[in-house]
């Protein structure tokens, strides 16, 4: 059996002593989450670990709550929870659905949100249905408490912006307007689902009389972090939410994928996926919008 | 008449199973019992310079730290080629090199990480095709002195097996074809995955030298010998005891984690020492399929009767040759498939590589040749223009055809398992897919193989005090449900109720001699020798109350545990009779042998009578696919697996094997894709080398066709590696059919598909 | 250093004292002794882990023991405690849904979580349930088939 090497533990009850235990433990120090990513890297010694701050006895950091104009997703939330929630799935189509195909339903049940985005994996799902809902991360700091776009808090793979001793403790997605739509997609090795992204796509826009008034694409696996593709997000605005118009904009979100060739896929074939997949996200958001009345 | 062959019982080992009581080969503890863990190389090929142990010898809990060279042994199946840790070199990334044995894992894993190794590397061989040209860097300079077999090798190379067959004038025939279709197929190296890992206890008595371990496997004589081989002591020398085996499919017959934990327990003054591998381990450091480079030719007439075929097969054995050697041999003879071709020619090299080991894998060989065969079969039907299930029709082996040694084929049921396959697919017509870019099709395959020939299977049959029988045998159950057809057998040989029979637990020092779990063979061999024993203990009883009855046994008839005279009626039940004697605790013993050894069957050509075997596996698929043209994803809609089982002994048993076969073939065929880079893996993990899943498995309609084969128990034939070796090519076919182009490298990834369809675009800019 | 933990186990309560660096599946299997629960990869890829955490399948192998005190733990063992077999563990028996059975405790304990929380799951639904824990004998469409007879619906 893979057994875990020794380190210390701590289960701190305030988000004060977290940050404090994580500041005394160092760079190796590492915040406990669901502990899907964490304990895999541990076992496979992919991450050095001599301390690990299990923050799920600090109240308040679970729970999907409605804020009026927002959805706060308190970070220690389960990705099952984030895919079965109402509210998420009628503000956020995108959210709901890369929840509901991220690793498996055992997996899902352990992981939460805000270790996912925490993880900053540039195959995570979450994050770039995250991206194009114009989520904000709460951090809590040695500093006290600030908002951080989610997606500028990914700086390369694995890295973020964050300190050593910062946690996320929230995930806010402001309610979208009126005419909104989204969706995600991805492709895994295994075309059935339960998979590592080879390649994915978050696309939302907003249709007002028939016209695309704003879109935004995220893709997963197409760069070193979840990748805004703003050219294709440009292409739209303004056009009319017809297939060409979608085909156009699949094309640019490819020209500014920048994947790498991994044991997952080539980089070639991963370019392909970009615009395939950007495609099928777009066509899903379009059709994700008029469901919810757009016209 | 019978009452429980045929019917579709549960199984019994189902209680145990679906509550967690069965204790497997991970599951075994032992007073006192420290546990093993493993330095491994991290170079493809490597002197060993120098090993410091010192730190790992005073970390905590620490009690043996070995080295190669404190233990210097070979073992091996068919070459004595493999050391138990690496003695002056290394040879693939994972080769072990040095073991610790420490009183808990985590501290063994521990102490494992303080050992410091010196290497120099050396130039490596990592590409299959490359291993014979002159100036390959050689993984076993030594080789012509190992001990081995009676096989041929090329002596001074990396070939460490050659074998040629020629029949006929395969030029002269090509010559007069009307068609010749030629091509070079290659199956990869894909890992069992068998679910439980790789685990041992072993336990070393310093007073006799025996060594006692507990394993889990296929094949416990064969791993006993093979160990016991190694460690040159006498067999008897070496005791298994097998625990339930999680899953084996050809990976669980060669010491591996045997090996270490039995050079440990040398070395712990008689503790028992565990060793479990990582699943990682299991993916790099255990064994996989071999993987093959296949040329193969094939002279057709016009009216499509293949008249010639030649074959030229490269196998990969890795660094050490397991059971690669059979692979080799008796692989390469199935490429012909089961088709009459009257004139052959068959080359078949095996070379060492510095990569991850091979072995015997779910159909030994038959996988990959049959994925050259059926996607040649394929092509050249469709170049002549002929249906390609009329031109498998046509060529196929019926009952009382020769094999290519001139064998009498005895139990041919492949015309049905074509014909019944071909009607549940719905062949000739197919389903409009539900999108533009996804696009659908069908294709068919078959396969054939032999079953290990000759072998033998022994058995005590015990009947108790108690009525209750116990079917003594060295056949552990992994997975495939022999214990429950074994069980069925004993019942109606000796007239039993089932509930009454029981399998237990392999023990090399109380059961008897059985060659291994494998080749789909138990069935048929340790059925046999259970009729054998069953029988005699049935007419023993039939003695007993004919003299307690004062009737002639003659006339007595047992069944399900109740004795029956000449006109039907109930004289005694076998309780009943037993317990009139129980003052003298009568219990019957009889012993049952089945060897294939002698059998008529295998008569053929003086000198090719070894090809010979005693029955022949036949199984047809016919797939029907989608295609994502966007993606290249291929989703395996439905997959009719008709396969002949002689007789099914439990229907529910075969289909199992049926369903089990074609889920893996699925996997092995479109999922499963090492990724392998100057020899190492690079993706071995199961995050990273996908099997399939629930979701991935497509409708499947197994069909049971049952052509008796006249020396087997009941009519049965084997059944557990038929169905893995017709899916990927059946697959590929639809492929085809679906969008008209042709992998010929499995496996078949979608990024292979869209390449294929975007040559095929640029080839045909009309279409 | 050691961490107390109180957690439901099977339905009776345990009070332990464990190393707090220890997973979950290692103090089941090791300090409980309830081995029906098996690894087969660590790193919550294979699913044969998967005990139900307050009645959700989770993957074992992934979760600190900590992370347990105070919840309810069922393995495997927990489902037949009388030694009569639940329902799902009879369709399982009947339909031959398992071959060498080394992911079964992990099948059917997440077939039965899923009849729980839905006592007429479609097929799909049943798919997606199991898509984590793999069979390499591929008993999937036994495993299916015993499902949709636990349900009443294969009656």
Known sequence: ?295 | MTTYVGSRVPRVDSVDKVTGHAIYGVDVALPGMLHGAVVRSPYPHARIVAIDTSAAEKAPGVKAVVTGKDFPHLFGAAIKDQPFLAIDRVRYVGDPVVAVAATSEREAQYARDLVRVEYEQLPAITDMRLALADDAPLVHPDMHTYERGGHEIIPHTNCNTLYRYQRGDVEAAFAEADLVVEGEYSAHAVSHVALEVHVAVAQYDQFSGDYTLWVTTDRPFFLRDDLAGGLGVDGSKVRLKVAQVGGSFGAKGVPIAEAIAAVLARNTDGRPVKVELTREECLIASQLRVPAIMKLKTGVNKDGFMIARSADVLWDSGAYTAYTVGVAIRGSQTIVGPYRIPNLRILSRQVYTNKAITGSYRGYGTTQVTWACESQMDEIARELGIDPVEFRLQNGYEEGDSYLNGQIMHGVGLRETIETARDEIGWGSVDRAPAPHLRRGKGIATMIKPTMTPSSSNVVINLGEDARVQVVCAAPEIGSGQDTVLAQMAADAVGVPLDDVSVPATDTALTPYNGPVASSRTTYHMGNAIVSAGNEIKGKILELAGKTFGVDPDYLEMRDGEIFDGEGELLVTLKNLLARYHGEGLSLTAGGRYTSAQSQLLKANPGEEWISSIFWMLCTQAAEIEVDTETGVIRVIKVAASADVGKAINPLTCEQQIEGGVVMGLSNGILEDFKISNGRIENGTLADYKVATIQDMPEIVPILVESVHNEAPFGAKGIGEPAAAATPPAIANALFDAVGIRITDLPITPEKVLAALSEKKEAEPGD | MTIHLESTINGRSVGINVDPTLTLLEVLRENLFLIGTKEGCGVGECGTCVVLLDGTPVTSCLVLAGDADGRDVETVEGLAPDGELNEVQQAFVKSGAFQCGFCTPAMVLSATALLRRNSSPNEEEMKQALGGILCRCGAYPKILEAIIAATGEGA
């Not at chain 1, 099952?80 to 503000?91: A, N, P």
């Open chain 1, 1 to 295: 059996m893979k057994r875990l090497k020794q380190f210390a533990y701590h289960e701190p009850t305030t988000l004060a002593d977290a940050i404090g235990a994580l500041a005394a433990g160092g760079p190796t120090a590492r915040v406990l989450a669901g502990g899907t990513d964490l304990i895999v890297d541990m076992k496979i010694d992919r991450l050095p670990t001599t301390a690990v701050v299990n923050i799920k006895r600090i109240p308040g950091l679970v729970g999907i709550e409605d804020l009026g104009d927002a959805t706060r997703i308190g970070a220690l939330t389960k990705v099952t929870d984030v895919e079965e929630s109402t509210l998420v799935k009628e503000r956020h189509p995108a959210l709901a659905a890369a929840a509901s195909i991220l690793a498996s339903p055992p997996v899902r049940a352990l992981a939460t949100i805000g270790g996912n985005v925490g993880r900053a994996s540039p195959a995570s799902d979450l994050g770039p249905a995250l991206i194009v809902s114009d989520a904000r991360a709460r951090i809590r700091g040695v500093e006290g408490q600030r908002d951080i776009l989610v997606e500028d808090l990914y700086i390369g793979p694995g890295q973020t912006s964050l300190a050593c001793s910062d946690i996320i403790t929230d995930l806010v997605v402001p309610n979208p307007s009126p005419g909104f739509g989204s969706a995600h997609v991805k492709l895994g090795k295994r075309g059935s689902g339960t998979d590592i992204a080879m390649a994915g796509a978050s696309a939302s826009i907003i249709i007002r009389n028939g016209v695309i008034e704003d879109c935004k694409v995220a893709l997963a696996s197409l760069g070193p972090t979840p990748l805004r593709a703003t050219i294709a997000e440009e292409s739209l605005r303004g056009r009319e939410a017809a297939e060409e118009a979608l085909a156009e904009a699949a094309v640019a979100a490819a020209e500014q994928a920048t994947p790498i060739g991994d044991i997952r896929a080539s980089a070639s074939y991963r370019m392909t996926l970009a615009r395939v997949l950007t495609l099928r996200a777009l066509r899903a958001a379009v059709e994700s919008a008029e469901e919810r009345g757009a016209s």
